[in-house]
């Protein structure tokens, strides 16, 4: 079997070192120069049930040594009054798993260093594609095309697989807006092992470790 998977990114990523793994040829093609452009933004929580995907695929230490594991997730309002907290330690040990913070480069960076480099392949924008009893045909800008079994599509909010399958869809704005940041060199300023929520009039944020000595 021969899967083409349609993106780099976290889930792309994921998705073919999980099925090279088991036996099963992928081939990731993504529309970005080089697959290292996609290596920006933010930070994650990562949860144990997305940890436990992680063992799966022999990944979940690399994460916890990446990042900065956590103890306990608090939560406060704007005046800094504690409005309650979640041991979340405690809880992922009991599901056989943990709870970390990292930065989305380190997540990515992690995630290609396991996949076969040979069969990610960048500058590869899907156009359409097609589909028959033995296989799909996946096309790309410039004329190239290529045959798979199946195609998993893993390319984003805009993406070319759903909208060809669904028919455009655009996303519906709920009202908010989200800003990240990484703050270098200052692990100091925040006590390790914390995520702290704080809320506010209509707004929240949310601040932890992800490793390095930065905080998210």
Same mark, same amino acid.
């Given at each position: 079997?021969?899967?083409?998977?349609?993106?780099? &990114?976290?889930?792309?990523?994921? !998705?073919?070192?999980?099925?090279?793994? /088991? $036996?099963?040829?992928? =081939?990731? #093609? *993504?529309?970005?120069?080089?697959?290292?452009?996609?290596?920006?933004?933010?930070?994650?929580?990562?949860?144990?049930?997305?940890?436990?995907?992680?063992?799966?695929?022999?990944?979940?230490?690399?994460?916890?040594?990446?990042?900065?594991?956590?103890?306990?997730?608090?939560?406060?309002?704007?005046?800094?009054?504690?409005?309650?907290?979640?041991?979340?330690?405690?809880?992922?040990?009991?599901?056989?798993?943990?709870?970390?913070?990292?930065?989305?480069?380190?997540?990515? &960076?992690?995630?290609?260093?396991? !996949?076969?480099?040979?069969?990610?392949? /960048? $500058?590869?924008?899907? =156009?359409? #594609? *097609?589909?028959?009893?033995?296989?799909?045909?996946?096309?790309?800008?410039?004329?190239?095309?290529?045959?798979?079994?199946?195609?998993?599509?893993?390319?984003?909010?805009?993406?070319?697989?759903?909208?060809?399958?669904?028919?455009?869809?655009?996303?519906?704005?709920?009202?908010?807006?989200?800003?990240?940041?990484?703050?270098?060199?200052?692990?100091?300023?925040?006590?390790?092992?914390?995520?702290?929520?704080?809320?506010?009039?209509?707004?929240?944020?949310?601040?932890?470790?992800?490793?390095?000595?930065?905080?998210?």
């Amino acid at each position: 079997m021969k899967v083409i998977v349609v993106g780099a &990114g976290i889930g792309g990523l994921t !998705a073919s070192v999980a099925l090279r793994r /088991a $036996g099963v040829d992928a =081939v990731v #093609f *993504d529309q970005m120069p080089e697959v290292g452009a996609t290596m920006v933004g933010g930070g994650f929580h990562i949860w144990p049930n997305a940890v436990r995907a992680l063992a799966e695929i022999d990944l979940a230490e690399s994460a916890r040594n990446l990042g900065a594991p956590f103890e306990v997730t608090e939560f406060q309002n704007s005046r800094g009054r504690k409005l309650g907290s979640w041991p979340i330690a405690e809880i992922a040990r009991s599901l056989d798993a943990f709870d970390v913070g990292i930065s989305r480069k380190d997540l990515l &960076g992690m995630l290609y260093g396991a !996949a076969d480099q040979d069969n990610v392949v /960048a $500058g590869a924008k899907l =156009v359409d #594609f *097609d589909e028959d009893g033995s296989g799909v045909t996946a096309r790309f800008e410039g004329g190239r095309e290529e045959r798979g079994d199946v195609l998993i599509g893993a390319d984003g909010l805009r993406s070319v697989v759903r909208s060809t399958v669904l028919g455009p869809i655009e996303p519906d704005y709920a009202g908010y807006v989200q800003w990240q940041t990484l703050i270098p060199n200052a692990g100091h300023l925040f006590p390790h092992g914390v995520e702290r929520v704080t809320f506010g009039p209509g707004t929240r944020t949310v601040m932890h470790h992800v490793g390095d000595d930065r905080l998210f």
